[in-house]
């Protein structure tokens, strides 16, 4: 009886290590072995992901260090700015709007400032070109035409001041370039303004394309066979999805605009063709403010990024 209750004791006690070792892993078999340490969770600036601030306009202006924090708490790493005028931006001078930026651990990449059809004398672009050198951006961006000059003259007319802007931009180390949006694919008279007008017009070498995704899929266009058919052209890219499929339309029309990753877009497909189409940066954009919800909006394209996108 003694030699059988021993042998139930051992059992019980090998069967409780044998638990013991499961729990605890391999490493709980070696002298002053500690429990492994929980995964660190994903550093999502180290994705470089950018957004245009366009997206929070409202929030902005109503508290622009406080929504900026909020970015860069979601990992946001590089901002393209929407706000220049008398030389400042969002109402700070370049080198005080960049300290903030820059202490919040994001970079200033990009900034969209018009150059109206009227043009541009060589004053103004020197001082456009010059503060924005002081901000220290890469980039200064073309980003609409009003409706009134979507005419092949008016087309032709500005491109021709934009390659001039594009040269004194130049001198100062930044890269001009135009945002698109649907109406430049629109069919006037037999011509395609973005295929026959913008891109054999402007100088690849001083205007650079920022597409946008969403808008050139509305207009029945494909981002991969446009990156095929002008390599290098589009240094930088603007994220934003649509609910909706639809057949081409050229009004400027958004009423289905969603976080990135939430719509039909194939980012994945179109990221993966960066290296052809030269993109350097790319930026989350959301022209509807997350209809009401900008934060939530953009937390949900970023966390699509992170984790199905760019990965």
């Not at 900034?111 to 901000?135: F, N, P, Q, R, Y």
């Not at 999805?241 to 289905?256: G, L, N, R």
Request: charged content about 25%; hydrophobic content about 40%; some cysteine.
């Amino acid at each position: 009886m003694k030699t059988e209750q021993k042998r139930r004791d051992f059992l019980k006690i090998s069967a409780a290590g044998a638990l013991g070792v499961i729990a605890l892993g391999p490493m709980a078999c070696k002298p002053g072995a500690k429990q492994a340490a929980q995964p660190l969770a994903v550093d999502r600036k180290s994705f470089g992901v950018g957004i245009q601030l366009y997206t929070i306009r409202d929030a902005m202006d109503a508290d622009k260090l406080g929504s900026l924090k909020k970015l860069s708490d979601m990992g946001y790493k590089y901002l393209e700015l929407a706000n220049y005028a008398d030389g400042k931006f969002y109402g700070y001078t370049p080198a005080e709007f960049k300290k903030i930026v820059n202490d919040l651990g994001m970079e200033i990449i990009s900034s969209h400032t018009s150059v109206e059809a009227a043009g541009i004398t060589s004053e103004s672009a020197k001082k456009m070109a010059d503060d924005h050198a002081a901000l220290g951006v890469k980039y200064c961006v073309q980003p609409w035409v009003e409706e009134v000059d979507r005419n092949i003259e008016s087309y032709k007319r500005m491109i021709a001041d934009w390659n001039e802007v594009g040269k004194v931009m130049k001198e100062v180390g930044i890269q001009f370039g135009y945002h698109n949006h649907n109406f430049e694919f629109a069919n006037l008279d037999g011509i395609i303004p973005y295929y026959d007008i913008f891109m054999p017009e402007m100088d690849a070498d001083l205007i650079t394309m920022e597409l946008d995704m969403y808008w050139a899929t509305k207009a029945g266009q494909d981002p991969v066979e446009m990156f095929n058919k002008y390599p290098g052209r589009f240094q930088l890219f603007h994220f934003k999805d649509m609910a909706q499929q639809s057949e081409p339309f050229f009004d400027v029309i958004k009423d289905d605009i969603t976080s990135v990753g939430a719509g039909l877009i194939d980012f994945k497909r179109i990221y993966a063709a960066r290296e052809t189409a030269g993109m350097k940066y790319f930026f989350v954009e959301d022209d509807n403010q997350g209809n009401g919800k900008p934060f939530e909006a953009v937390e949900i394209s970023i966390s699509n990024l992170t984790t199905k996108i760019l990965v």
